[in-house]
């Protein structure tokens, strides 16, 4: 560590730190922080927003997976019925006053014993007590792709 002080009357004076040059322990990359292969696996993401559900649908693409989007319970249903899911990841809060709780739990009266994970980015204490209530995971926005894929994992196996 060296310090160094220069000061200039009527200017000013300047203090200079110099520190040994540190490097920081790598961060664990999404890319190599999973092991968990996803190849295959069918998941229908239900979110209201068109971004979201796209952004979901390439990242769980490119894991191998086999991805269908609903905007809402109707539309997860209606895909559902078509190709049964592996599992299903609904958003909490949806438009036009329906939920991920909701879609979890019509999809489960085609399909008793589906895996299921909701998201959400609320804050609102009431909201995520109902939701905790419900015994279905919960994990919270924003969410990295380790932490999804490995939730998934556990829900699937």
């Known amino acids: 560590i060296r310090i160094e002080v220069t000061s200039q009357e009527d200017a000013g004076t300047a203090f200079t730190l110099m520190l040994p040059k540190h490097q920081p322990p790598r961060q664990k990359t999404d890319s190599d922080a999973s092991s968990v292969s996803l190849g295959g696996v069918r998941i229908l993401c239900i979110d209201d927003e068109s971004e979201v559900r796209a952004a979901l649908e390439a990242l769980l693409s490119g894991m191998g997976c086999q991805v269908e989007t609903a905007a809402g319970t109707a539309d997860g249903l209606e895909r559902a019925r078509a190709s049964q899911p592996d599992i299903l990841i609904a958003d909490l809060r949806l438009a036009d006053g329906d939920d991920?709780?909701?879609?979890?739990?019509?999809?489960?009266?085609?399909?008793?014993?589906?895996?299921a994970l909701l998201i959400t980015g609320d804050t609102a204490p009431d909201r995520l007590t109902m939701a905790s209530g419900t015994g279905i995971k919960l994990l919270h926005k924003p969410?990295?792709?380790h932490e999804l894929t490995q939730a998934i994992d556990r829900e699937i196996n």
């Open 100 to 115: 991920g709780i909701t879609s979890i739990r019509r999809l489960r009266e085609l399909y008793p014993q589906l895996p």
């Open 143 to 145: 969410i990295s792709a």
